[in-house]
């Protein structure tokens, strides 16, 4: 059974800056993902990293956030920068067993099955 573990959320100021970790017991070549999604909206993803490094992002945080995985740790980041009241969320990683898939599709959560618990981010002054 694979295990996806969010950590690093918070609460922070406008312009502040958090880094979420989650911690994956599957193998490092799934390719894998960070979604979000604020109260009355649907889920959306934000970020995307395939299992050979390549990545992709939503329009609304390119710039601002970085995905990266740490192989050895078995571990998903995401860096978000430059935070938004907008960026308020429950963000969540998700995970899928290798196959080919377009990069684009990355950002789609119905291409995932295994999912984390979530954590919470809060942008506000």
């Known amino acids: 059974q694979v295990q996806l573990v969010e950590s690093g959320g918070g609460s922070v100021q406008p312009g502040g800056s958090l880094r979420l970790s989650c911690d994956f017991s599957?193998?490092?070549?799934?390719?894998m993902g960070w979604f979000r999604q604020a109260p009355g909206k649907e889920r959306e993803g934000v970020a995307g990293?395939?299992?050979?490094?390549?990545?992709i992002y939503a329009n609304s945080v390119k710039g601002r956030f970085a995905i990266s995985r740490d192989s050895a740790k078995k571990t998903l980041y995401l860096q978000m920068n430059s935070l938004k009241p907008e960026d308020t969320a429950m963000y969540y990683c998700?995970?899928?067993?290798?196959?080919?898939?377009?990069?684009?599709?990355?950002?789609?959560?119905?291409?995932?099955?295994?999912w984390g618990q979530g954590t919470q981010v809060t942008v506000s002054s």
């Open positions: 990293i395939s299992g050979a490094g390549y990545t």
């Open positions: 599957g193998d490092t070549s799934y390719f």
């Open positions: 998700a995970a899928e067993e290798p196959r080919p898939i377009a990069l684009g599709r990355l950002l789609r959560s119905d291409e995932y099955h295994y």
